[in-house]
């Protein structure tokens, strides 16, 4: 019997919408931290990965391409992605990019750096992304964000596209930095409640 959709089935459109309305107006980036707190809100309260196992719409568009368009070799993903050194020194290397990105925003801010409109993939290349911003009425350091975590959520993406090609279509979820968030919040939850009825 085939299994009955629900709506939280066809959040990879949402992922879809967002990278395609940030490569045209960068100001829908800012929607991404929905992506970034969302799941730790969901693991810090219920103490699950239900974001990870559900709502996650990247999840479901790497399904998608990988699984239902057939575009993944379906591979094991090598042991090292597993282990738990690269998935927590990605997290760390992760988090230190993220932090980068902040500082940039705040020296914007303090006007101590001019805004660059610029999207860096692979947290290497620089390309010109001046067509996504209009110029309106928005604080320099609210579009210099924006900016920062498109190039953040894009270069994410593109990761989790090559995974997906190389191995199974779902690679990314194994060293994606919220899943080892998340996973890691739920182990400290679970176990500080294992331990309320010691």
Known sequence: MKKQKKWYDY?????????????????FAWLGLICFFVPLIISIVSGNKAYCNRYCGRGQLFGILGGKLGLSRKKDVPKFLKSKWFRYGFLAFFMFMFGN?????????????????????????KVPWSFAFSGANV???????????????????ILGVITMLLYKPRSWCVYCPMGTMTQGICRIKNKSKFNSFK
Not at 12 to 25: A, C, E, K, P
């Open 101 to 125: 990105m902040l500082f940039s925003t705040y020296l914007v801010f303090k006007g101590a750096n001019s805004m660059k409109e610029v999207v860096t993939i692979l947290w290497t290349f």
């Open 139 to 157: 604080p320099a350091w609210m579009v210099q964000f924006a900016f920062g975590f498109y190039s953040v959520m894009l270069t994410s993406t």
């Open 11 to 27: 959040l990879w459109i949402v992922s879809l919408l967002y990278l395609t309305l940030g490569f045209f107006n960068i100001m």
